[in-house]
């Protein structure tokens, strides 16, 4: 069976998923249940405190598979037997395989310290165990998840997971098990699956928004030109405003603009309302699809009313992969426009505001709008609940467009806000405000998060924030009926059933079943709620957040250099005065620095305070500038840049050419901030509050990145790591500055 014979394969999957539900309950894979006790169980530790089991377990994975293989039909032969072992060739080979072995582990000990206490820079850190278990133990059997007969096992694995993933992100989803089939005909439920990163699920979800911007159009064009659809040439369809209208008499700004929904169940409609047969309908649409015909053909054989290149918007503090994405998909990466963002480097919801307008002016089709959901580099989350009801707004104007959620680094911090109420198999619930009250995720936040479920469409990343092995991203939609516009088949609408199949879908063609397993095993013994993953990422929060109280407080101090967050304290924000600004630094240091975690959650004034600090999420973004004489601030912006530079090359494994290599004391790492990306007010901001000249638009800042993913880091078996983080960063800038003030630029 070929991997791409999508109704064999879903034949298949069907039957596969059947004979699992009749697999009896104790050896049956789910999801639901509570969460580990303890999180110091679950990681193997910076000093392999949880070696043991590791070992032991992975020891039970080896056994268990030779175990299969003997039992696979036993009377078979086998090519290893006692006189083969006996020979030379074989005792040399095994042993030239055990000493390159050895020098492939030490070669492996060049590799980033991700488990350390020290490390705070990539978003990297320690995997979980029972991650790194399901990825090692599926390994073993080498399941490739394209089509279900090559994963029987890691399909079903992949199933769920796509399901939970769904579920935590705020999608309802159709039940795997006894409830499943339950819901309503017309309930619309979400679907996901694993993709190799979110690289690939931002490719994947851009070419979803284009597919099915342009299939109302592919419809017409079939009815058309399809003497099998005669029938349907008088079918009608619903406007924006509720208004039904025949789609042949529309214009082609109006047929790119229907209502998303309906468009999702344009195929079936026609089918039902003219007594045709669905999949000779599907069929006959498919050949009209941009998804076919290609980019150039569908505008200019069935859009001639279209004068502009259909764009999508995209925030720019975008990922590369969205330019990219585009290119690939012969949209042009310049077709995806930036918008600007804010101080925070949120988007600028008035930019955002500019562009739509400037689409319905001159009629240019929109493809989707890309809101992020945590900032890999500026730890903003874009103001989603705002963006919605933008689009609300434009719809009234006549205006459709997908929204997109790019959540592959925030997506998990989500966990923090669902209860570990499981009764409902179709859905999470969030906690109460009560519980929020004490959570360290600002309000605002919070408030994106409640809405995420409106996105269309969700790119979340379990090997980043979930802690899994690469690789492990993944891709959600809220309707599941659009994971057909990203197959070469049209799309039909699946309502109440649940289709196992997930590699006839998306972008990749092989991917490891391995990965599904990974996400399976450390969702099912970390669940993603408040007592779970919400833990996790809870800590990491507050841990971020007690980190950048102690950073910014450093400017307290009698010492020859500054820090400037990209995010300044709220006194700051708020434009209170020097004396006022002073007076909170000093409320930090004394209420929250120099405070016990148990003294600081006591203390409702100051963890309200706490609360509102630093970015969004856990990355804590941040330059260093120094004084000169007279403690005057240096306002040379290459002077700034170029002690960045050089705290970056000392908190880092980088070096220049002919140094020697150096082990840092800690690691970070850094990026650039320009005009050309991040617009004004950002820059002129931070060029404000660095106290530097600016060089107008050939502005560059050289930036300090650190990025909390260390649940434990202000609280060790000896107390907060942090002081000596603090301590690190003292000592060694207060030599960089000394060394940069003493050499001329190079």
Not at 311 to 337: D, E, F, Q, V
Not at 348 to 377: M, R, Y
């Amino acid at each position: 069976m070929l991997h791409n014979d999508k109704e064999n394969a879903i034949a298949f999957s069907n039957n596969l998923l059947e004979k699992h539900l009749k697999q009896p309950e104790h050896s049956k894979i789910k999801l639901e249940g509570k969460s580990a006790e303890t999180l110091e169980a679950l990681f193997l530790g910076t000093r392999g405190g949880n070696a043991a089991k590791m070992l032991e377990l992975m020891a039970l994975a080896i056994q268990g598979n030779i175990q299969f293989r003997k039992n696979y039909f036993p009377q078979d032969p086998d090519y290893i037997d006692d006189k083969i072992k006996k020979t030379e060739g074989f005792i040399s080979t095994q042993n030239m395989v055990e000493q390159e072995y050895k020098k492939l582990i030490e070669q492996l000990k060049d590799s980033g310290t991700f488990f350390s206490m020290r490390t705070v820079g990539h978003m990297l850190w320690d995997t979980t165990i029972p991650g790194m278990l399901g990825y090692f133990a599926a390994l073993l059997y080498n399941q490739n998840n394209v089509a279900a007969e090559a994963s029987p096992a890691t399909t079903i694995m992949e199933m769920y997971v796509g399901n939970e993933l769904c579920k935590m992100l705020g999608y309802k989803i159709n039940p795997i098990g006894p409830k499943a089939f339950k819901l309503l005909d017309n309930q619309v439920t979400g679907w996901g699956h694993i993709t190799c990163d979110g690289s690939v699920a931002n490719l994947e979800g851009l070419w979803m928004a284009r597919n099915l911007k342009f299939y109302a159009a592919s419809v017409r064009a079939a009815i058309q030109n399809e003497p099998y659809l005669n029938t349907a040439k008088n079918f009608q369809v619903s406007l924006l405003d509720g208004k039904k209208v025949s789609l042949l008499a529309i214009d082609d700004w109006t047929i790119l603009n229907l209502p998303i929904e309906k468009i999702l169940t344009i195929t079936n409609t026609i089918a039902k309302q003219y007594s045709l047969d669905p999949t000779k309908v599907s069929n006959i649409i498919a050949n009209y699809t941009v998804q076919n015909v290609g980019y150039h053909d569908m505008l200019s054989k069935y859009l001639k009313g279209i004068a502009f290149t259909p764009i999508s918007l995209c925030s720019a503090t975008r990922h590369y992969s969205w330019p990219k994405g585009a290119a690939i998909l012969g949209i042009g990466a310049n077709n995806m426009i930036s918008v600007k963002v804010d101080k925070r480097a949120r988007m600028d919801l008035s930019h955002l505001k500019k562009e739509l307008d400037n689409c319905l002016a001159k009629k240019i089709p929109l493809f989707n709008v890309v809101v992020i959901i945590g900032t890999t580099e500026e730890s903003a989350v874009d103001p989603l609940k705002q963006v919605l009801l933008l689009r609300d707004e434009y719809r009234k104007k006549g205006m459709e467009f997908a929204i997109h959620a790019d959540a592959a680094w925030g997506g998990y911090y989500k966990t923090m806000l669902i209860s570990s109420d499981e009764s409902d198999p179709s859905s999470f619930t969030l906690i109460d405000d009560n519980a929020m009250a004490s959570l360290p995720m600002s309000t605002y936040v919070a408030e994106q998060y409640k809405v995420l479920q409106l996105a269309d469409s969700i790119t979340i990343d379990p090997h980043k924030s979930g802690y899994v092995p690469y690789p492990a991203g993944g891709l959600c939609y809220r309707n599941s009926a659009m994971r057909n516009l990203v197959s070469f088949t049209a799309p039909v609408v699946y309502h109440g059933g649940v289709d196992p199949t997930v590699g006839v879908y998306g972008v990749e063609g092989s991917k490891p079943g391995a990965a599904a397993a990974a996400v399976y095993f450390s969702h099912k013994t970390i669940r993603p709620n408040i007592d779970g993953y919400g833990k996790l990422s809870g800590e990491c929060y507050f841990n971020a957040k007690r980190f950048y109280a102690a950073l910014v407080c450093l400017n307290l101090e009698s010492l020859p250099f500054f820090i400037v967050p990209l995010v300044p304290i709220p006194a700051i924000q708020k434009g209170l005065s020097a004396t006022e600004v002073k007076q909170q630094y000093q409320f930090i240091k004394d209420r929250i620095v120099n405070k016990t975690n148990q003294q600081l959650l006591a203390d409702p004034e100051a963890f309200a305070l706490f609360k509102e600090l630093g970015g969004d999420q856990t990355i804590i973004t941040y330059i260093y500038n120094f004084y000169g004489e007279n403690k005057k601030p240096n306002t040379d912006l290459s002077m700034t840049n170029k002690l960045n530079d050089e705290i970056y090359r000392t908190f880092s494994f980088s070096e220049k050419p002919g140094e020697e290599e150096h082990v840092p004391e800690i690691v970070v790492t850094s990026s650039s901030f320009t005009r050309g990306n991040y617009g004004n007010a950002l820059m002129d901001d931070l060029i404000k509050r660095l106290r530097v000249q600016s060089n107008g638009q050939d502005d560059s800042i050289n930036f300090i990145i650190s990025t909390i993913m260390n649940p434990w880091l202000s609280n060790t078996s000896k107390g907060s790591f942090i002081p000596t983080i603090i301590e690190i960063i003292t000592k060694n800038v207060t030599k960089i500055v000394k060394k940069v003030k003493s050499e001329p630029i190079s």
